[in-house]
């Protein structure tokens, strides 16, 4: 079954950068990318980019461009999201989760999630 | 980007009831809608996509229609485990969007 498991919280300082793993099985890894979604305490979903596991192609949303970088490791089925310059307001859970990528595909299955919390 | 709007932003209903949440897009987005359900401390979960096709394994009380800029998410008959968290969500663009969420509470 395909499953995405994600790495463990995370606390981090003001400035200071996280890198969040998604490790999916179950399916081909490089026939889906992968998007990256984040919720801040009590708000709603907002979508942070999407990266091909075939090309590395990549597409950012906007607000986060020049902060975020989406690898993959094909070794290992594994994707990655790093965040930058933290700022308080990236305390989130931050969701992967499996897409294709083509127009009108959804985004299909998700990881359980990963807290990072950002304190000084 | 596209701007996507629900309402309500939250709903009481009572068990059986017939519920219906709506999504509108800011332009055209054709059929290319999608809807998941999320509980909390849970991960969202598919539950309809290209705006009225059932995701495998969820209940056919959901259901899901509309194209274009106005789209609809119907529950046909609440079960307790319906109350949860409605998100609409685009797919037409590359850069995808959400709704706000209709949170959907016991009455």
């Known amino acids: 079954q395909v499953q995405l498991v ?12 996280v890198k969040v793993s998604c490790k999916a099985s179950g399916y081909t890894f ?23 596991t075939y090309n590395v192609n990549t597409n950012y949303a906007q607000k986060l461009q020049g902060r975020v970088t989406m690898t993959t490791d094909t070794s290992t089925s594994t994707a990655y999201m790093e965040l930058r310059s933290l700022r308080s307001y990236d305390t989130a859970v931050y969701y ?25 | 980007d596209i701007q996507m709007t629900q309402s309500p ?6 068990v059986g009831d017939r519920v219906t949440i709506t999504c509108r897009a800011s332009q055209s987005i054709s059929s290319y809608l999608n809807w998941y359900q999320q509980k909390p401390g849970k991960a969202p979960k598919l539950l309809i996509y290209a705006a009225s096709s059932l995701q ?25 485990e319906d109350f ?12 995808y969007t959400f709704g706000q969420g209709t949170k959907l509470e016991i009455k």
Do not use: H, N
């Not at chain 1, 981090?12 to 950068?17: F, L």
């Not at chain 2, 609409?88 to 590359?94: D, L, V, W």
């Open chain 1, 6 to 17: 994600q790495s463990g919280a995370e606390v981090k300082k003001p400035g200071a950068s």
């Open chain 1, 30 to 52: 490089t026939s889906y990318g992968i998007s990256w979604v984040r919720q801040a305490p009590g708000q709603g979903l907002e979508w942070m980019g999407w990266i091909s």
């Open chain 1, 96 to 120: 992967c989760a499996r897409d294709l990528g083509v127009r009108g595909y959804p985004l299909d299955y998700w990881g359980q999630g990963t807290l990072v919390t950002v304190s000084s």
């Open chain 2, 9 to 14: 932003s939250s709903l009481s209903a009572s």
């Open chain 2, 56 to 80: 495998s394994g969820v209940p056919s009380r959901f259901s899901g229609s509309g194209s274009g800029t106005d789209f609809t998410l119907t529950i046909s008959s609440l079960q307790p």
């Open chain 2, 84 to 95: 949860a968290t409605y998100y609409c969500q685009q797919s037409y663009s590359p850069l």
